[in-house]
Each structure stands twice: as structure tokens, then as C-alpha cells.
């Protein structure tokens, strides 16, 4: 009879080793291995990176074969940098309290590895566990179980720590399902999901009234985008980044944390089979009134 593998065992602070972000792309190495081997590998990656220059996005995210491709190139980078984000003092406290998480556009991984990878460093005791609720609008199922899967097994988190949930929606067109999520949630976020899909004044401000409405006081929303003009939306002649439409809403948000451009640079060093480029972004997080 062959012998069983042990179960891993949640360590808490410990579960990331003492090198945190190699530790992120272990799992990520382990999760995307296949993905990497595909002999057509290179050749669709160019053209996802040829769709995204014309930005279409549909062409990218509504193919099921780029699903993986996508994952394992440019959720490592974004994953470390959410890990970096949430290892705030602020965003740690909100998951030390044990919170509803809403990821808005999040299917691809990031969130779901970069959120994960912070909590071990939150959770402490017994408790209801930290949820967290992947939304996009194309069936990413596939990746998130693996990404799940890989993660209970590497950290040794088990459903007492953390549980996931995945949802399919379209942010252009709001249903009460979304709605009902929102309200849910004491954290949303929208991590590099605002530009590509609200490049336009009504779609942009139709999300905007849909946060103020569903986040409910005393919760939290978190907005993380591109520091260059690739986040401005154009109103009449006048280009605008897209946190000034929050900002502008103080009578509904109190901004907590508040930079307009910051540089994630990755440590030196570390092993991946595909390059990982460091990232300039600007951060909102916003406490709704």
C-alpha cells in the first residue's frame, strides 16, 4: 500500500517561508507548469500582446485557450504586487478581520494568489474565515480551482482560513446578482479592471454609481490602476485619471490610503520560467460614509 502524503498544516505567518515573494511564484510555477509547455506557448502569448495594443479585450478574454497562457504571464507580476499592497497596515487590518472579499474583474488570479498570500500573514486564532469572491466575465473556473488547489497545498490553507468563490458577471451590465454580491462584501475591489473596461464617460459613471450604491457604509472599496495615461478617461476635450471620479465624491468616500503614482519593484533574484517586470500604479482606498 503506498504510503500517503502527509496533510499540510497551516502555519500562519510561517506558510510563506522566509522568502515571501519567490514563495508566491513557487505557486505560481507549480499552478501555470503545464500552461508554460505548451509548444504553441510563445506564439499565442504574441498574440494576446497584439490584441491588447488594438485593446481588444474580447479577443483576449473570450478565447478559452489564452485563459492559461494569460495567467501564467501576467499574474505573477500583479500577484506580488497585490501581495505588497495588502501587506499594508491598513489592508491588514481589514483582513484580520476575517472580511468578505469582493475582486471585481479578478478571474485571471492575481487577487485570488496576492490576497492569499497576505492573509497568512493576518490570520491569528479561530474565527470565521476570509472569503474571497473572484468576478469576471469570462469563465476563468479552471484556472482559479488550480490556482486553489496549489495554494491548500503549498501554504496549507485550508476552507478554516480562507474560501473562495467564483462568479461570472459583466460590468457593463449590472444584475442584481452583482448587487446583492456588493452588499455583501466588506472589501471590493477593482485592481487593473477600471481602464480596460470603462474607456468611455457613461460606462465609466455608471460603475461609479453602481459602488456608491451597493458598498455600504463602513465598508471598503479599493481602486488600483496604471499610474500612466493609459488610466485617464477623456470627458469632452479634457482627459481625467480615473480615481479623480472618486475622489470627487467626498460626500460618500473618506480615502484612507491615497497615492497617485507608486512603484512595485520585485526583489532581485528570484526564479520563474517567464520574465516578471516591475509595475507603476496608483492606489484609492476608500472607507464608504
Known amino acids: 500500500m503506498a504510503e500517503q502524503k502527509p496533510i499540510p498544516v497551516f502555519k500562519g505567518k510561517d506558510a510563506l517561508g522566509t522568502n515571501h515573494q519567490q514563495s508566491i511564484l513557487n505557486v505560481l510555477r507549480m499552478a501555470c507548469s503545464e500552461a508554460i509547455r505548451q509548444p504553441d506557448f510563445a506564439q499565442r502569448l504574441q498574440a494576446i500582446k497584439q ?15 489564452n485563459l492559461a497562457v494569460y495567467t501564467a504571464q501576467y499574474v505573477p507580476r500583479r500577484a506580488l504586487c497585490y501581495y505588497d499592497i495588502f501587506t499594508g497596515i491598513e489592508l491588514q487590518q481589514i483582513l484580520k478581520t476575517h472580511p468578505n472579499i469582493l475582486c471585481l474583474g479578478a478571474g485571471s488570479g492575481s487577487e485570488l494568489v496576492g490576497i492569499s498570500a497576505a492573509s497568512c ?57 452583482l448587487e446583492s454580491e456588493m452588499l455583501q462584501a466588506e472589501l471590493v475591489t477593482a485592481m487593473f479592471v477600471f481602464n480596460e473596461l470603462f474607456s468611455d464617460k457613461v460606462n465609466a459613471m455608471n460603475f461609479v454609481k453602481t459602488i456608491v450604491k451597493n458598498v455600504r457604509p463602513g465598508c471598503y472599496f479599493l481602486l488600483v490602476d496604471s499610474a500612466g495615461s493609459f488610466s485617464s478617461i477623456k470627458v469632452g476635450s479634457k482627459s481625467y485619471m480615473s480615481y479623480m471620479f472618486f475622489d470627487s465624491l467626498a460626500q460618500y468616500f473618506e480615502p484612507i490610503v491615497s497615492e497617485d503614482s507608486k512603484w512595485f519593484r520585485h526583489a532581485q533574484g528570484l526564479e520563474y520560467p517567464l520574465g516578471i517586470e516591475n509595475m507603476r500604479y496608483f492606489i484609492r482606498l476608500y472607507k464608504k460614509k
Do not use: C, M
Open 121 to 177: 500573514l493576518a490570520l491569528e486564532g479561530d474565527g470565521s474565515p476570509i472569503t474571497i469572491h473572484s468576478q469576471d466575465y469570462s469563465d476563468w473556473s479552471s484556472i482559479l480551482q488550480t490556482l486553489e488547489t496549489t495554494i491548500r497545498y503549498k501554504w496549507g490553507i485550508s476552507e478554516k482560513q480562507i474560501k473562495y468563490e467564483f462568479s461570472i458577471g459583466d460590468l457593463l451590465r449590472i444584475t442584481p446578482e
Open 51 to 65: 490584441l491588447f495594443y488594438v485593446r481588444d479585450f474580447d479577443g483576449i478574454f473570450l478565447e478559452s485557450a
